[in-house]
């Protein structure tokens, strides 16, 4: 051979090589299911601990598959936690940096176009997408579901619900918004893709039945479903179904809310039941995880962790999760080093080897490899968090967290003695924490400020005032 036939020859061989060993990689392609609760305390589930609410279903991810001790979201609250876990990226990176108004006049509030969802990274190797329950990525019609990458959309766009039928009860956001009865817009009706539908019952047993119904529909097939409850998130309204399965708690608010837990963990148990049936268990994985901490308005409970929603302590953003794959997720497995929220995207690719844009690079990690115990090393040196309204960045390096915040103050706490965040280092180990805040404001500088502006600059006093009561 010349040397331009051998050149020729080592291309057509190392083409096919790597063009093989891509396609055998590939070839796996579960289902995947995120289950995502909202607002769910740390410790309102039994799988780390509770004792009055009870969630044998729940439970089962954790038990069948691998509990992550030290699973961390991006964001304090729902909307850019969403838009951390739907792209698998720093969402400060594309400026999602608040709530998203709910307007469907305004072009700007949402998920940007450019960047990828995993609906969208799934979509191209040829699988079948719904989103059910709680959208919040925008109401303005570019953004909506449809739009990217979903098939399937049943739920509402805005970032909170009523949860009884009856107050079900405009068409639309903007009628919801005119009407003088000022309910607003946790009380449109229910969306099946662009049409309004009629509904009877309690929410979240209406979206677990459209999550029966797709996985039915579209089980001989490769789907992902993101199964996106707005439970346990006010306001605390519970049927009655629910409520007398929690009368071994006597506080009226704790016992509602528990009830909107039993109902998601009912959901999640027909979703684990259905996969059984039709005999694709062990070609699904399920994670669970809630969008951040418990609320200090909705009767959860974060314990050990310190604070709630809103908060870069512990208990704002360390969050229940799990992952249950059987046959392939070890089961009973607890996982310690920290994980987030932007791996589930990372996992996913990796498992199907879907291409990433590359101009786009994820922030996760696929942890399929750390969780076999395949690669001992940690899945992430360093986690960061940012509030940019709040004025705060938080880190977690090892087991050292630190958090700088106009608005907070300054902390330095050793998670491995201190998981409570009682004991601040900041005096002891002023050197720590400042190469803290300069890996921070290094990271930051890859970040964007936000490109629209935040749901609490929208006034909406006579929503928060109808819907913080307690409803039966
Ligand atoms: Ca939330």
Redesign the pocket.
């Known amino acids: 051979m010349n040397k331009m036939a051998i050149k020729l020859f080592n291309k057509v061989v190392l083409t096919t090589l790597l063009c093989c060993s891509a396609i055998s990689y590939a070839a796996q392609k579960p289902n995947f299911i995120i289950i995502l609760t909202?607002?769910q305390g740390y410790a309102d589930v039994g799988f780390n601990g509770s004792d009055d609410i009870i969630t044998p279903n729940i439970d089962r991810i954790a038990n069948e598959g691998t509990k992550f001790t030290n699973g961390y979201v991006t964001y304090a609250?729902?909307g850019p936690?969403r838009a951390g876990l739907l792209t698998g990226r720093y969402q400060g990176r594309f400026g999602f940096g608040y709530n998203p108004i709910i307007d469907p006049t305004d072009k700007m509030s949402g998920l940007p176009l450019e960047e990828q969802m995993v609906s969208e990274v799934l979509k191209p190797i040829g699988y079948t997408s719904s989103i059910i329950g709680k959208w919040h990525m925008g109401t303005h019609e570019r953004f909506h579901p449809n739009k990217r990458g979903f098939e399937h959309f049943y739920g509402f766009l805005s970032g909170g619900h009523n949860y009884f039928p009856e107050d079900l009860i405009y068409q639309n956001i903007t009628e919801a918004k005119k009407s003088s009865k000022g309910a607003g817009w946790y009380n449109t009706k229910l969306l099946e893709n662009n049409q309004r539908v009629e509904t009877d019952e309690y929410l979240t047993d209406e979206l677990s039945n459209e999550a029966v119904k797709f996985i039915e529909r579209e089980h001989d097939n490769p789907f992902f479903l993101y199964l996106s409850y707005n439970a346990p998130?006010t306001p605390l309204q519970a049927s009655k179904e629910y409520l007398d399965r929690n009368t071994h708690i006597k506080d009226k608010k704790r016992r509602t809310y528990a009830a909107m837990v039993t109902a998601v963990d009912d959901g999640v148990g027909r979703v684990l039941a259905k996969l059984k049936e039709l005999g694709i268990d062990e070609n699904t994985m399920v994670f669970f995880l809630?969008?951040?901490g418990g609320?200090s308005k909705n009767a959860s409970n974060n314990a050990p962790l310190r604070g709630s929603?809103g908060d870069y302590f512990e208990g704002g953003i360390h969050v229940p999760f799990a992952v249950r794959w059987p046959g392939t997720v070890p089961a009973g497995v607890d996982y310690h080093n920290p994980v987030s929220s932007l791996d589930i995207l990372g996992t996913f690719a990796g498992i199907t080897n879907a291409p990433i844009a590359k101009e786009r690079p994820l922030d996760g990690v696929n942890l399929m490899p750390f969780i076999t115990g395949q690669n001992k090393g940690i899945p992430h040196q360093v986690l960061f968090w940012r509030n940019f309204g709040q004025g705060t960045l938080a880190i977690r390096r090892g087991d050292s967290k630190a958090i700088n915040s106009n608005k907070k103050g300054q902390h330095l706490f050793d998670l491995t003695t201190d998981l409570s965040e009682k004991n601040n280092l900041l005096k002891s180990n002023r050197e720590q924490f400042e190469q803290h805040v300069r890996e921070m404001k290094s990271w930051e500088t890859e970040l964007i400020d936000p490109i629209f502006r935040s749901l609490m600059s929208q006034k909406n006093k006579t929503n928060k005032k109808k819907n913080n009561k307690v409803k039966h």
Do not use: G, L
């Open positions: 909202d607002d609250v729902c936690s998130h809630s969008d951040n609320s929603k």
